[in-house]
């Protein structure tokens, strides 16, 4: 018999324990749901479905209450903990699972799940495979039956039991007797192991001639155990025995398995955030090539214009040569706006055997007035990059409804990815075509044949559309509508105008900078070498350590990750810089080595030669709180502090006859604080415009304002700012350098001067609990899976992460609120000045220096008034030749 057709028979509530036990730490979906019972249980079923492809089979589970043997043995499992509280929501899942598999599930009120098992193992005239890893059911095995534990890979036939313990499987309920089960409360003879045991059963023959002839036992000891336990012993076989009485259908034919509901396993392993099994589900049958069209006529593509003219919603999706859209050329625009229809327009492929293709400017003279009209909602993935390409083309996409990556990151901000091949997957089953098989290693999309391209362009489209379709009621069911249409999708016109402007850099400057580097760089080496007594491999961790630890007799404080040596991470040169003045130096040296690969070397190729200018990419979609980032590269890592800093920020200046101009938003983070708690002290303090820092130390020293000091100052910025991130009484003496107990009465001193903010912490991290996540003012979410885990550190990350992701988030949005409206103003009131850089709470201008005061003020009063909080927000004002000025 193939053993596909054999009946599986699975442990279920067996292996529900082990996948639990099994996966280290606290897993979680989203929405704070335990999940790692779920996901080690639906992983071990998979395998099974996977690797036998089976026809038959069972989950069998135990039924809740008691059994007989809980009449036969009162202490039977009696020693059993309870089912950990973060299991039992899990239970229904587990099931819901098996069910939509197709999986029969067997479950009988007064049975066991192995009585069960055995019943059916038993009296089926069938070949039978138990999936389990419980050795109970080895008293079953038989030339019908089989045991397989898949979570470790063995099998267990008549012979592989006899190797294993030299007796027939029969032969082991008499063995088990002797040994009892710990885990089941069973008590069989104290002191007799599982090889003491089975020798007497090859010796005896079974339990009960043992017993009768017990003084034949050759060791005392032993007999005298067997004498006083007898009894235990007998019951314990009796409570091993699985019983073969079960009420449950014999007929083969009810454990054929039926096809999977994949809709519903889809919805669940959504739910779940199961992404690894989502992409092993069959694709849906939801998106068909046979209405995808080439537009190669004019006519076409008047005709197609004119369709698109009457849709609801328009689908833009480009091909081109580069991932930068400022390098890129457009190769051919795909469109979606009547699925499953979508269509191709190549203007730009360089395949000799194409059919003619229209020009750019035939379809530019078409397509701009259909894209530059705002009544024509558009839609797109990632839109920001089509957008800039079409501004560089002279097209004002100007109808902009929505982007289905911003979509998804506003859903759920804290997933790795956004991009269409992961949603295509994750919201309709759907495998996209990949563009490396499609275009090759290092290959260009304009080599891409005709019919090939307008496959994989039109599918882009058309799963845009369709994800649009599922997106947006989720949007507004979670409450996201406004953010995604108010914040969000104006941000992407502010955006796409900042990195199309982008920040022009002093080239000859950095080249100096970049020698001067260099030669501070040769006099760091020559110091560390003579400190040294030779000459070696600064960047080698294993030589430095060989210099401080073995030559220079500095202590060890920390091994290395692997463990194969000790660190001489920043951590460690730091403290050992106390002691020899050569880590010292080589904390400087890599400072130094670091900024100058990283910037000074680095910035000067980054600049685009038409322009000569440096454009980031600020993304809208990667940090889990709402705040923007930036890279290719990332200006919002250029250093603020220290004297190499400032010369870095130098490079950074405006055109002739410009001046740079920067707009702080000052302390925002500490005046959503005060916002949401509501603290009288707080908020009094900000309304008549104190200085907070000072105001803090006047209240943790208490001391009036003349006498605090710029130490007591310092220490109350730290815990101003410590407190918005959570940070502990180990963080703030980590960070003030002082002992845990007096940190820990710093942060309890200013919870009594300012008890509202200790009120908001605790609020919030309640209000996580109960609702799984926490949003900001505006709305958006941010899901905390951790907030109830049992694992401390986790639950402790979750909780700080609740308290600081409302006042965070809340800042980035009103940031982005500011830059959407002086974007507007810029326009509407033809404001002298370009938006260039936007780093966290500070946005840069460019603008001509006649004006600078004028749009400074003006700039100044759009920031302040863009909301209404419980207190005043202010804005610092700075102009200069370079970044560097400007404080």
């Known amino acids: 018999m193939n053993r596909n057709d054999y009946l599986y028979l699975i442990d279920a509530s067996s292996y529900v324990f082990r996948a639990y036990f099994a996966i280290t730490g606290h897993l979680s979906n989203r929405r704070g749901l335990p999940t790692k019972a779920i996901y080690g249980f639906t992983n071990m079923v998979w395998k099974v479905l996977r690797e036998r492809r089976p026809t038959y089979m069972a989950?069998?589970?135990?039924a809740p209450g008691p059994t007989f043997r809980h009449e036969m043995y009162e202490a039977y499992k009696a020693n059993r903990p309870e089912m950990p509280a973060d299991l039992i929501p899990q239970l229904p899942y587990i099931k819901e699972i098996g069910q939509a598999l197709g999986i029969p599930i067997l479950e009988i009120e007064g049975y066991e799940a192995d009585d069960i098992i055995a019943t059916l193992a038993r009296r089926i005239d069938h070949q039978v495979v138990i999936i389990s890893g419980d050795k109970d059911f080895l008293q079953l095995v038989s030339d019908?039956?089989?045991i397989w534990d898949p979570m470790k890979n063995i099998i267990y036939d008549r012979k592989a039991v006899e190797r294993r313990f030299g007796l027939p499987p029969e032969k082991l309920l008499d063995v088990m007797a002797l040994t009892g089960d710990s885990s089941d409360n069973i008590p069989g003879v104290p002191g007799i192991g599982e090889k003491t045991a089975i020798k007497l059963i090859r010796e005896f023959g079974s339990l009960e001639a043992l017993l009768e002839r017990v003084e034949e036992v050759s060791r005392p000891r032993l007999r005298e155990l067997l004498k006083a336990h007898a009894e235990a012993a007998r019951i314990s076989k009796e409570l091993i025995r699985l019983k073969d009485n079960a009420p449950v259908s014999l007929d083969l034919s009810h454990y054929r398995l039926r096809e999977p509901d994949w809709p519903r396993l889809r919805e669940l392993f959504r739910e779940l955030d199961f992404t690894r099994l989502l992409r092993e589900l069959p694709p849906e049958k939801t998106i068909s090539y046979d209405d995808y069209h080439l537009v190669t006529s004019e006519e076409e593509l008047k005709d197609l214009v004119a369709q698109a003219r009457g849709a609801a919603l328009l689908v833009v999706d480009l091909e081109a040569t580069d991932k930068d859209p400022l390098r890129a050329e457009i190769v051919g625009v795909a469109l979606c706006f009547s699925p499953p229809k979508a269509y191709y327009i190549p203007v730009g492929h360089k395949v000799l055997t194409s059919p003619d293709q229209l020009s750019f400017e035939t379809v530019k003279r078409h397509l701009a007035p259909l894209i530059e009209d705002e009544r024509v909602p558009v839609v797109g993935q990632n839109i920001k990059y089509d957008l800039i390409l079409l501004r560089r083309q002279g097209i004002e996409l100007r109808g902009l409804a929505g982007d289905t990556m911003v979509a998804s990151y506003l859903l759920d901000p804290t997933r790795r990815a956004h991009n269409l091949d992961d949603l295509a997957q994750e919201y309709l089953g759907h495998k996209m075509i990949s563009y490396r098989e499609l275009v090759g290693k290092g290959g260009s999309f304009a080599d891409v044949g005709l019919e090939e391209a307008k496959i994989y362009a039109c599918e882009d489209?058309?799963?845009?559309?369709?994800?649009?379709?599922?997106?947006?009621?989720?949007?507004?069911?979670?409450?996201?509508?406004?953010?995604?249409?108010?914040?969000?999708?104006?941000?992407?016109?502010?955006l796409a105008e900042m990195e199309i402007v982008g920040v022009k850099i002093d080239l000859v400057y950095l080249r100096e900078l970049s020698r001067e580097f260099e030669r501070r760089l040769l006099e760091l080496e020559e110091r560390i070498y003579a400190l040294a007594g030779e000459a070696f491999n600064i960047n080698s961790t294993r030589r430095l350590g060989s210099i401080l630890f073995d030559k220079l007799g500095l202590p060890r404080l920390k091994k290395t990750r692997k463990k194969t040596g000790y660190s001489t991470d920043v951590e460690v040169l730091e403290e050992l810089a106390a002691l020899h003045e050569l880590p010292r130096l080589v904390l400087e040296y890599r400072t130094l080595a670091k900024l100058k690969s990283t910037y000074v070397d680095a910035l000067p190729r980054m600049v685009n030669p038409l322009d000569g200018r440096l454009h980031t990419s600020f993304n809208q979609t990667v940090t889990a709180t709402g705040r923007l980032s930036s890279s290719e590269p990332n200006l919002q890592n250029i250093p603020v502090r220290g004297e190499e800093g400032t010369k870095i920020r130098r490079a950074f200046v405006p055109e002739e006859g410009h001046l740079l101009?920067?707009?702080?938003?000052?302390?925002?983070d500490l005046r959503?604080?005060?916002h949401y708690s509501q603290d009288q002290t707080l908020v009094e303090a900000f309304a008549r415009g104190e200085d907070i820092h000072a105001r803090t130390a006047m209240e943790i020293f208490g001391v009036p304002r003349e006498m605090v000091t710029s130490e007591m100052r310092r220490v109350a910025k730290t815990i101003n700012f410590g407190i918005v991130y959570g940070m502990s009484p180990y963080g703030l003496a980590k960070e003030l350098k002082i002992g845990r107990r007096e940190a820990a009465a710093f942060i309890e001193r200013y919870f009594e001067r300012y008890p509202g903010v200790r009120d908001y912490m605790q609020q919030i991290v309640a209000e996580a609990r109960e609702k799984g996540y926490v949003a900001t003012i505006f709305g958006r979410k941010r899901y905390l899976p951790d907030i109830n885990s049992p694992n401390r550190a986790a639950r402790e990350f979750a909780e700080r992460t609740a308290i600081n992701t409302p006042i965070q988030g809340s800042a980035a949005d009103i940031i982005k609120l500011a830059m959407i409206e002086i974007h507007r103003s810029i326009k509407k009131e033809e404001m002298p000045a370009k938006m260039i850089l936007q780093v966290h709470d500070e946005l840069l201008f460019e603008i001509p220096e006649p004006q600078v005061e004028d749009v400074a003020r003006r700039i100044v009063e759009l920031m302040e008034t863009v909301v209404t909080l419980r207190v005043p927000l202010k804005v610092n004002v700075s102009w200069g030749k370079s970044w560097a000025e400007l404080k």
């Open 672 to 674: 959503v604080l005060a």
């Open 661 to 668: 101009l920067s707009a702080d938003y000052s302390q925002i």
């Open 144 to 146: 019908r039956v089989i």
């Open 59 to 62: 989950l069998v589970f135990d």
């Open 461 to 494: 489209a058309h799963v845009t559309y369709l994800l649009h379709e599922k997106m947006w009621p989720l949007l507004k069911e979670h409450s996201l509508w406004p953010l995604f249409m108010e914040v969000e999708i104006p941000l992407i016109y502010v």
